[in-house]
């Protein structure tokens, strides 16, 4: 990179109309903004979760199993997380990427085995193009083990992040138990193939970008960990993979996104779907979002719910460990689509 700056939230301020190289994607590999513009009326799943909890909950738990099926992405409102405490993570958020560049760099690294800290792009160390965003990842499960590591500046970010992190986990818990049996299993199936658990998140910030047609905040993935929780500002730029096409999800107030990711994809044998999803930037915007990513700890073992293999429905992957398939998300990077190709029953 031709400019000294690590993180692109200070870099962007010095720039031209043009993108450094280094961001440029193939033209193969190019977001094509025309065409998503014209598909974004095809909204994913939006489940009411007011329900959940009293009579409506076989038609809430039925609904969260169709959504895991046929897209692996929907919208929760009525999600339970106070509507004040949302709004204060995305101001403390934007708030900790104004800080003056010093003060930011210090919980700087590029090593993807930290449990706390700031970097830019995806992973520095093995990708060949660039990701348009700076990002700050926490660990937050057990949030005592974790919380006084985290930044201190803004003096609120403690407070807030530990709550929201609170709510969500709660939140999350809630929603395994009903994927849990929607798929026919006891309420606390997959909570328990997660181990111990853990709690990842990352607030991700997209600077505005000269050239949104060049680049991407993040290229196609599919999520690593169980399930995902997604808070986005008013700014849109999450795209998922729907029936081939890319479809913008436009965010709602006080709406959440949950998608399923690559564990849940094996533990349902491969009834619920990892989909494909990537964000976009934009021209004149700036962008803050904050997926928590709920996962296994390192040492659970991962193999499909044993009630969902039978003869005619065998194991979709051999049995390995959440550490080897983490590792292994990490050293692929975003653009190699399926981590999990690599755990088939018969490699
Ligand atoms: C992610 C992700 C989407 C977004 O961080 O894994 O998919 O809109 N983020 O930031
Ligand atoms: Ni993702």
Redesign the pocket.
């Known amino acids: 990179m031709a400019n000294s700056k690590l993180l692109l939230s200070d870099m962007v301020s010095q720039e031209s109309g043009c993108i450094p190289l280094s961001y440029v994607r193939p033209i193969n590999e190019r977001p094509n903004l025309l065409e998503i513009l014209e598909f974004s009326d095809v909204p994913i799943p939006l489940i009411d979760l007011h329900g959940l909890d009293i009579h409506e909950h076989s038609l809430v738990v039925k609904a969260i199993g169709q959504a895991c099926q046929s897209d692996g992405f929907f919208q929760v409102k009525n999600h339970g997380i106070p509507e004040r405490l949302v709004s204060e993570m995305l101001r403390v958020s934007k708030e900790y990427f104004k800080l003056p560049e010093c003060e930011r760099m210090k919980a700087y690294s590029d090593d993807p085995n930290k449990a706390i800290r700031l970097s830019t792009s995806f992973n520095v160390n093995t990708e060949k193009v660039g990701c348009w965003r700076d990002y700050l990842r926490l660990h937050c499960y057990p949030l005592e083990d974790f919380i006084h590591q985290w930044p201190s500046n803004p003096p609120s970010f403690q407070d807030i992040v530990g709550e929201y992190c609170k709510e969500v986990r709660g939140l999350v818990l809630r929603l395994l138990g009903a994927i849990s049996e929607s798929l026919g299993l006891e309420k606390d199936n997959i909570e328990k193939a997660l181990g111990k658990q853990a709690q990842h998140m ?1 607030i ?1 910030y ?1 600077p505005p970008c000269p050239q949104p047609d060049l680049t991407f ?2 290229p196609c ?1 599919k ?1 690593p960990n169980a399930i ?1 929780v ?1 808070l ?1 500002d008013s700014v849109p ?2 795209q998922v993979l729907r029936n081939g096409r890319w479809v913008l999800v436009n965010p709602l107030p006080n709406t959440l996104i949950i998608n399923i990711g690559d564990q849940i994809q094996v533990l349902s044998n491969g009834r619920y779907k990892s989909v494909l ?3 976009i930037v934009n021209k004149e915007l700036e962008r803050i ?1 904050v ?1 928590t990513f709920y996962c296994p700890s390192y040492d659970a073992v991962i193999k499909p719910a044993k009630e969902l293999v039978d003869e005619d429905h065998p194991s979709i992957t051999r049995t390995f460990t959440y550490a080897d398939y983490y590792h292994m998300f990490w050293t692929l990077g975003l653009n190699s689509h399926t981590c999990l190709d690599l755990f088939s029953p018969t490699l």
Do not use: F, I, K, M
Request: glycine share 12%.
């Open positions: 990352a991700n997209y905040g993040l993935h999520d995902t997604l986005q730029g999450l999803h990537r964000a979002s997926p």
